[in-house]
């Protein structure tokens, strides 16, 4: 059964540029803490999965950029699973001021082990992906 989640980040004034919008590559960390947030809501946090020795890490990384958003702007950051295979995980993401969509993003993480060997994702994180698993059209 999929999981809404929704993330919610007011945009600090280090994170704009001269003119007060917030640059492009902090949407990149606001995925990281939506998605972060979102596992951690699952029951198996990032620090747990370091623990037992299973690394997620980034291999691919999109976002289209829709709207800019503003200093103090009140943004919401909603995070899905959306593609699962015995290796990698496909998260996909919306950011939104209020109605106003701001940014669409992908990302694509792949299991490693400590020693950064690819490895296959443990059955007890592949079943709560897969409880979350969300269709999309792209």
């Not at 596992?39 to 829709?66: F, N, Q, W």
């Not at 299991?111 to 897969?130: H, L, N, T, Y």
Request: charged share 30%; glycine share 4%.
């Amino acid at each position: 059964m999929e999981k809404d989640f929704e993330e919610k980040i007011k945009v600090r004034y280090k994170e704009t540029d001269q003119m007060g919008v917030v640059h492009h590559s902090n949407y990149i960390v606001y995925l990281e803490q939506a998605r972060g947030n979102y596992i951690a809501s699952l029951g198996y946090p990032y620090s747990r999965m370091e623990k037992d020795g299973i690394l997620l890490t980034i291999v691919d990384v999109s976002c289209k950029y829709h709207s800019p958003a503003y200093y103090e702007d009140e943004l919401s950051v909603s995070v899905h699973v959306t593609d699962l295979t015995p290796v990698r995980v496909k998260f996909t993401y919306e950011v939104r001021r209020g109605d106003t969509l701001i940014a669409e993003a992908v990302t694509v993480l792949a299991c490693i082990d400590k020693i950064r060997r690819p490895m296959r994702i443990p059955e007890k994180i592949e079943s709560i992906f897969k409880q979350q698993l969300k269709t999309t059209v792209q």
